[in-house]
């Protein structure tokens, strides 16, 4: 089962990228632990994860106008989890582009 949804690529985590050149992030299911994270990163990307980091957070709240009226949409609850990896590796998300 894949508990990676996507990485991580926003203005934020590009930062704390930079500033620590072996700390990526990734959006990842509710259900996944730490070890799991670990596992599927080490295994999609080729690298040694060292450490990971997950955060539990809500999404956005979505609404629409419609002729039955103003329909509110759920919250789904995401985890981020920002990963660590051995000194000297990286992952480049945009080769594959």
């Not at 050149?21 to 994860?49: C, H, M, S």
């Not at 509110?72 to 582009?97: M, P």
Request: no cysteine; aromatic share 10%; glycine share 6%.
């Amino acid at each position: 089962m894949a508990f990676i949804i996507k990485p991580l690529v926003t203005e934020k985590m590009t930062k704390i990228t930079e500033k620590q050149e072996n700390r990526y992030g990734f959006i990842v299911r509710p259900e996944a632990n730490k070890l799991q994270i670990k596992k599927e990163v080490e295994g999609l990307y080729d690298v040694t994860v060292v450490d990971v980091n997950t955060a539990r957070y809500a999404g956005k709240r979505s609404s629409r106008y419609t002729k039955a009226g103003l329909i509110r949409g759920q919250r789904n609850a995401f985890k981020k989890a920002v990963v660590t990896l051995k000194e000297g590796e990286t992952i480049d998300f945009y080769s594959n582009i």
